[in-house]
């Protein structure tokens, strides 16, 4: 039996509560918008990127979703995510924002409340025995709402980097590879293996779950997948190593320059060590800057074993930001 839906918070008075729709989006664009004016965060969604939210079967905006609107302006909003087709952990995903315009008057802390609240309520609904947690991350200079955090009992988990490498100069020709491995194109044809691979390289990161069919179509060679500056590593037919591209156009105004990111970087674990991700790395920079990007951009676990940092570092990459997953245990409850 599903369970009732979690109500709407008691906070801001005047504001209509409901779920979000599609026609939703372009007052949910201006509320990010006008937060992003205020907290300087360097990233904007589109409205295509909004779109895909409501495009999981689990995503269940009507019983995961919350929205606040002043009139028909939104001012706040809350999303629930888990991705239930995991063998490992439920990763209990909280999201939201308020506007500027609407904080301090308690709507954040209530928001977080209902969050809570439907996630514990999720975590029954999903049943079975795995651990689960509820995570949420913040830049790291958003102190105000990691403090609220920790006051709930979240507490830091992991540690993310954001780096960027400036374009201007011509980047020295990548480092060569091993006899008989072939750097080339992406190619379409080859998305099922490349999907393949990426299980195995991300299986020993942390927090990672296999990516499905429809998974790696929506996230990964999507609305903002470059694959004319995507490559790949083949030993023979066998791809052992692969960068996957993507760009955010929106964002060029509010950084004022141009960006091309390295999306996806990975080896097969037995190639790990033997250069392929240094010269796919180094491949990709001079493919950037040659398309007329002004700078390239990655993300990185800080405390990724692979030695994925090193290799970035090595290819003058530095640190642009950073970003903290927090978590608490969601314990499953019966009756």
Known sequence: MVAARVQPPRAGSGLRWRSPTPADIPAWLQLLEAAEAV??????????????????????????????????????????????????????????????????????????????????QLRTELGGDLPANLEVRVDQ???????????????????????????????????????????????????????????????????????????????????????????VVRDGEQIVGYCLAETYPQDAELKGYTEAWVGVLGTRPEWRRRGIAGALLGDALRTFAAAGFDRAALGVDAENASGALRVYERSGFTVNKRSVTYTKPLELRVG
Do not use: K
Request: net charge negative; proline share 8%.
């Open 141 to 231: 200079h958003q102190i105000d709402r990691a403090r609220l955090l920790e006051r709930r009992g979240f507490v830091p988990t992991r540690h993310w980097i954001q780096m960027g490498r400036d374009l201007t100069d011509t980047p020295p020709p990548p480092p060569p590879l091993e006899t008989g491995l072939v750097l080339e194109p992406y190619r379409q044809e080859l998305d099922e293996a490349l999907r393949i691979v990426h299980n195995g390289a991300f299986a020993d990161h942390w927090g990672f779950q296999p990516r499905t069919c429809e998974e790696w179509r929506r996230w990964y060679i999507g609305h903002n997948f470059r694959g004319d500056l995507s490559r």
């Open 39 to 120: 907290d300087h965060v360097g990233e904007l969604p589109d409205a295509d990127e909004l779109l895909l939210e409501f495009e999981p079967d689990w995503a269940d905006p009507e019983r995961n979703a919350l929205f606040g609107f002043d009139g028909e302006q939104a001012v706040a909003f809350a999303w629930v995510q888990c991705n239930p087709n995991t063998t490992t952990a439920y990763r209990v995903q909280l999201g939201g924002e308020v506007h500027p315009g609407w904080r301090r008057v308690g709507v954040g802390t209530f928001l977080l409340d209902w969050l809570e609240a439907r996630g514990r």
